[in-house]
């Protein structure tokens, strides 16, 4: 088990120690939880009551903070203290299942499939006709890779995450468990002698670098064309991307929110926890949308829409403290 003293973590935070204590910290806590062998945080002024309470030896903390450490214990105070939680975390962190053999005997590796250096394939793999895989790729046990996809180098795919034919993944990409890119496209119409027909969809899904994508989600593939996510876009579990979407960079959805097809995201957009968007609507760069609204047309940029159907946050609050009101017979 990994151990550091306080200055240790200092000096890799790059911060500045207040306090001191002869505790050594062996894994990382929440602030009511923690013992004095743990290292907590302080991002936020209201968790500073927690801290007369807790147990923990050392706290990472923002620069504002207005409580100091007490006896035998230290802070470490940094600009962004959830900023550093991240590099406290990479410090205590354990290394991924590991690979007996680069390439297990039970994976299934098609003779045309290009493997670039380093790459790692699990147990009960399927690798098919044509795919290509860079440098530094791992397939952990269970991944199926269909033919003439790519996955760019240093990639993660979790067990049971299926890349469909011709859709490509850029570097540094992760995919968790039984994530699906490129699956068809919601896509049918009404036929008077067959009810409804199928359309095809013969286009692909396009992710860019960095892009990671939460387990059980989907994106789907375009109808003749592509599903674009952008560079460094991370999507949360169990959302669904429709077909021929485009997101820009920096994207964030969180989980069981939804796009219809053809919409189209700006750089930065944020879409809170089961919010969902309507088919062909267009978000702009930097807009929120909170959670659980729905959205039934365009979202200039900037913008915060909350509400269902959704609309301007001020306006949707103005509307809910007039029904608040007319509840309480104060209308």
């Known amino acids: 088990m990994k151990s550091y003293s306080a200055q240790e973590i200092c000096d890799h935070l790059q911060g500045e120690l207040l306090g001191t204590t002869d505790h050594l910290v062996s894994s990382p806590e929440q602030i009511e939880l923690a013992n004095d062998h743990q290292i907590t945080f302080i991002g936020n002024k209201k968790y500073e009551k927690f801290w007369a309470e807790s147990k923990a030896s050392i706290?990472?903390?923002?620069?504002?903070?207005?409580?100091?450490?007490?006896?035998?214990?230290?802070?470490?105070k940094v600009n962004n203290a959830d900023l550093a939680m991240a590099l406290v975390l990479e410090l205590f962190a354990e290394p991924g299942p590991q690979f007996d053999d680069a390439i297990h005997p039970s994976a299934v590796v098609h003779p045309t499939a290009l493997l670039g250096e380093g790459v790692r394939i699990g147990a009960g793999c399927y690798v098919g006709p044509h795919v290509k895989l860079e440098n530094n790729v791992t397939l952990y046990p269970n991944v199926t890779v269909l033919d003439k996809a790519t996955i760019g180098k240093f990639s993660?795919?979790?067990?049971?995450?299926?890349?469909?034919?011709?859709?490509?993944?850029?570097?540094?990409?992760?995919?968790?468990?039984?994530?699906?890119?490129g699956a068809d496209g919601f896509g049918f119409r009404p036929c008077p002698d067959k009810g409804l027909v199928k359309i095809p969809q013969i286009g692909n899904v396009i992710l860019g670098n960095g892009v990671e994508i939460g387990a059980g989600s989907c994106v789907d593939r375009g109808k003749f064309s592509s599903t674009i996510l952008g560079d460094g876009c991370k999507i949360d579990n169990l959302v669904q991307i429709g077909h021929n979407s485009i997101l820009g960079k920096f994207c964030i959805m969180a989980g069981s929110s939804g796009l219809a097809g053809s919409v189209t995201l700006g750089d930065g957009v944020i879409i809170g926890g089961s919010a969902s968007i309507k088919d062909h609507s267009t978000i702009g760069?930097?807009?929120?949308?909170?959670?659980?609204?729905?959205?039934?047309?365009?979202?200039?940029?900037?913008?915060?829409?909350?509400?269902y159907p959704a609309f301007e946050a001020r306006t949707t609050l103005k509307q809910w403290a007039t029904l608040k009101r007319i509840s309480e017979g104060k209308a």
């Open 59 to 76: 706290a990472v903390v923002n620069s504002e903070v207005s409580i100091s450490p007490g006896e035998n214990r230290a802070f470490i």
């Open 156 to 181: 993660i795919l979790w067990p049971g995450a299926v890349i469909r034919e011709k859709c490509h993944l850029g570097a540094y990409c992760i995919i968790h468990p039984n994530a699906t890119i």
């Open 285 to 307: 760069s930097g807009a929120v949308i909170g959670a659980g609204s729905g959205v039934i047309g365009d979202v200039p940029a900037g913008k915060t829409y909350l509400g």
